[in-house]
């Protein structure tokens, strides 16, 4: 049977995987499992503004009131506010709606433990196991008294906000900032952060409907964005996904910067205030290798996880590192919060460039960008191509050609039938031939399979 659980959390298409009685089962589950150690958990939920979430919201806290737990509910939030409201406030577990930078159909339910982080694969585990027990009524049914209670908390949201405006301590005044919430969970409170802070705020992409979240909207799309702040002469764009745990700016010119770019700006800034641990930045296997040059000659270290952001905060729990995070915009500043935050990343950025008063562009400098290039080969099987003596010959022979100005890495994804070939290195024209001689043999040794 296939894992129910997958990278972060339960995601899948509302009504026909992820059900309100998957939801109702969920909640059950979970209050089984934090009631072992307490007799009311209380859950804190959230949720993004699909269509679909406030009927998962009702059915997730129907659940966990139904084992005889207590839910606090603070309705549209950003993910990264659910950790950080968790711990604040000494709750035993939080939950958030949300299938962050998807379309709309698409809905999930991921879980944050007491101190605000995501629960480790064993414990997703356990819920399975409950989860199963639950759909077979073998969880506990308290009456009465025991019976767990729902509170709504509008509030919540704007306390999540001062504590993204705490962790600066610059006025934003006289920066112009075209600000874009994705029609997501940030839509109302990124523009509340930025203007309490003093900047001019042009906001786009902030009339959620439940149906236009991400739609041509956010960090993966920001095309909008590049041309809005180039009309409207604005200093900075911020974009964040609908969970608004990324954020990807767009300079004063209407390029993009990317989270690697982010990471060095915001990790040379901490080092200055003699703030980053063992001057080191976690990374990724995807970050650029012009991220790698550039923090080293800035006197940095760089350490690359496995791609996903939950791989990066292990490795910074792990050992105490203070910034990581990936191309995509997910940035951990472990000293604040507890998983990628994209208003807190935005925040801290423009605060850099009020401190330095130099353009973002010219902040942008800080390294050059290798060229990328990525082609995704759909196939029958994900199994053997490492040891498949053709594929690794032309590997091996893109890696030596490209030498130590380049790369080439070949991973299967997680969720698809696919094996992605990337190459990075100066020549785009070189990356794309090397690229497509290795996807071609792939596509021949493990089998072509239809879109």
Not at 2 to 11: E, K
Not at 38 to 46: A, D, Q, S, T, Y
Not at 349 to 356: A, D, F, G, P
Not at 428 to 434: C, D, I, P, S
Request: proline content about 4%; charged content about 25%; some cysteine.
């Amino acid at each position: 049977m296939a894992r129910l659980f997958g990278t972060d959390g339960v995601r899948g298409v509302v009504n026909e995987f992820l059900t309100p009685e998957l939801a109702y089962h969920l909640g059950r589950a979970a209050a089984a499992h934090f009631g072992e150690s307490k007799e009311r958990p209380v859950f804190l939920i959230g949720r993004d503004t699909r269509i679909s979430g406030a009927m998962l919201e009702s059915a997730l806290a129907a659940g966990i009131c139904s084992v005889g737990g207590d839910v606090v509910i603070a309705g549209v939030i950003p993910t990264p506010g659910v950790a950080y409201l968790v711990r604040k406030h000494g709750w035993d577990a939080g939950v958030v709606i949300s299938a962050s930078h998807n379309k709309f159909p698409d809905n999930g339910i991921k879980f944050f433990d007491s101190k605000g982080f995501k629960l480790p694969d064993a414990v997703e585990d356990e819920l399975e196991v409950l989860c199963r027990k639950s759909g077979e009524n073998e969880l506990p049914r308290p009456v009465a008294e025991h019976v767990g209670r729902i509170h709504w908390d509008s509030s919540l949201a704007h306390e999540y906000a001062r504590f993204v405006q705490s962790t600066v301590d610059v006025s934003l005044e006289g920066l112009r900032v075209v600000y874009d919430g994705a029609n997501g969970a940030a839509s109302m409170v990124g523009p509340e952060v930025l203007r309490g802070l003093g900047a001019e705020v042009i906001a786009i992409n902030v009339d959620p409907d439940g149906v236009n979240i991400n739609e041509n909207a956010g960090s993966t799309h920001l095309e909008g964005l590049q041309a809005r702040v180039v009309a409207e002469g604005a200093q900075v764009g911020i974009a964040n996904d609908g969970d608004a745990d990324r954020c990807l700016l767009v300079d004063e010119t209407g390029t993009a910067l990317d989270g690697d770019q982010i990471m060095l700006l915001c990790a040379r800034h901490l080092k200055e205030q003699g703030k980053l641990k063992d001057d080191m930045i976690v990374g990724t296997v995807m970050s650029n290798i012009g991220f790698h040059k550039a923090a080293h000659e800035l006197g940095m270290r760089t350490f690359a996880t496995a791609v996903g952001d939950r791989y990066v905060l292990e490795k910074m729990r792990e050992e105490g590192y203070s910034i990581g995070g990936e191309q995509s915009g997910h940035v951990i500043f472990l000293d604040y919060n507890s998983t990628g935050d994209g208003l807190l990343t935005a925040v801290q950025m423009l605060s850099i460039m009020k401190e330095t008063g130099k353009p973002l562009s010219e902040l942008a400098g800080i390294m050059t960008k290798y060229p990328q290039l990525l082609i995704n080969v759909r196939v029958l099987t994900k199994t053997g191509w490492e040891e498949n003596p053709l594929i690794q010959a032309e590997i091996s022979e893109a890696s030596r050609e490209l030498g130590e100005n380049g790369r080439v890495l070949v991973r299967p994804s997680g969720t698809e039938p696919l094996i992605r070939v990337m190459a990075e290195g100066p020549d785009q024209a070189q990356l794309e031939r090397l690229c497509q001689t290795i996807a071609d043999c792939i596509g021949r040794e493990q089998g072509l399979a239809e879109d």
